[in-house]
């Protein structure tokens, strides 16, 4: 009998493991994805009726779509000192620049932390820091590869200023040159923790982070960042950015 209870044991044991594996294998898919990944599966359906070769093609798309909506866990620093990267991508700018004219920042230029993601990243937005949404300002504009500088300020966008511990700090959502739907869930007046969900962009993109005086970034230009994970820049920090070697 005793044998029987460690048996049944380990076979619980082996049940909940594979369990946890596969459930930690397959990434969720955020809700906005659902009518799109839908959408993929209904073509590629009709498209094996006439062809396999174009069955086999909606089907990777499909599931590419799927890929696209992921929307994973992430562990999140809580300390008030950081700021967090709100999205995953390639850290493409680190310099001053002028903040959006429509957050009322003035001409002034501040830091700027802009992470550029491709059609292959996961595309959820996160608060950079946490606080209470001042004000939220969409812009239209241009559709330019937001790879470029000048997409900062011509192509469409959705700026949030949220004040934080250390003052305010703005995060925009810029579009890109396949980006044609920006998605803000948020409103003013929240309050907004760091790490939090406030948004998503379809299909290729980029934030900018415009920090005030007295943070110090801690990432670099062709730098990958994790959205929600990855400091961007801190508070009060003693020592200056390093250097760093691409290799």
Not at 99 to 104: A, F, H, S, V, Y
Not at 173 to 184: K, T
Not at 205 to 209: F, G, N, P, Y
Not at 211 to 218: C, M, V
């Given at each position: 009998?005793?044998?029987d209870?460690?048996?049944?044991?380990?076979n619980?044991?082996h049940?909940m493991s594979?369990?946890?594996?596969?459930?930690?294998?397959f990434?969720?898919?955020?809700?906005?994805g659902?009518?799109?990944?839908?959408?993929?599966?209904?073509?590629?359906?009709?498209l094996?009726l006439?062809?396999?070769?174009?069955?086999?093609?909606g089907?990777?798309?499909?599931?590419?779509?799927a890929?696209?909506?992921r929307?994973p866990?992430?562990?999140?620093?809580?300390?008030?000192?950081?700021?967090?990267?709100?999205?995953?991508?390639?850290?493409?700018?680190?310099?001053?620049?002028i903040?959006?004219?429509?957050?009322?920042l003035?001409?002034?230029?501040?830091t700027r932390?802009?992470v550029?993601?491709?059609?292959?990243?996961?595309?959820?937005?996160?608060?950079?820091?946490?606080?209470?949404?001042a004000?939220?300002?969409?812009?239209?504009?241009?559709?330019?590869?937001?790879?470029?500088?000048?997409a900062?300020?011509?192509?469409?966008?959705?700026?949030?200023?949220?004040e934080?511990?250390?003052?305010?700090?703005?995060?925009t959502?810029?579009?890109?040159?396949?980006?044609?739907?920006?998605?803000?869930?948020s409103?003013?007046?929240?309050?907004?923790?760091m790490g939090?969900?406030?948004g998503l962009?379809?299909?290729g993109?980029?934030?900018?982070?415009y920090?005030?005086?007295?943070?110090?970034?801690?990432v670099a230009?062709?730098?990958t960042?994790v959205?929600g994970?990855?400091v961007?820049?801190?508070?009060?920090?003693s020592?200056?950015?390093s250097?760093?070697?691409?290799s």
């Open positions: 009998m005793f044998t209870r460690l048996a049944a044991t380990g619980s044991r049940a594979l369990s946890d594996t596969i459930r930690k294998t990434v969720p898919i955020h809700r906005e659902y009518p799109f990944i839908a959408a993929f599966a209904v073509v590629t359906i009709l094996g006439w062809s396999t070769s174009l069955f086999w093609i089907a990777i798309l499909t599931a590419w779509c890929y696209f909506y929307d866990v992430r562990v999140t620093p809580t300390d008030d000192r950081l700021v967090i990267s709100p999205a995953d991508g390639i850290v493409s700018a680190v310099g001053p620049a903040p959006p004219r429509e957050l009322g003035g001409d002034i230029e501040l932390v802009s550029f993601m491709n059609v292959f990243s996961c595309h959820i937005n996160r608060s950079p820091v946490r606080g209470r949404i004000r939220i300002e969409y812009r239209p504009g241009k559709f330019l590869n937001a790879d470029l500088d000048k900062s300020a011509e192509n469409e966008r959705n700026s949030l200023l949220i934080g511990p250390h003052g305010q700090i703005a995060v959502q810029v579009a890109g040159l396949v980006a044609r739907r920006i998605l803000c869930w409103r003013g007046g929240d309050a907004i923790g939090e969900r406030f962009i379809r299909f993109s980029r934030l900018d982070v920090l005030p005086a007295g943070f110090t970034t801690r230009v062709g730098q960042a959205g994970e990855t961007i820049a801190e508070f009060g920090a020592v200056p950015s250097l760093v070697r691409v």
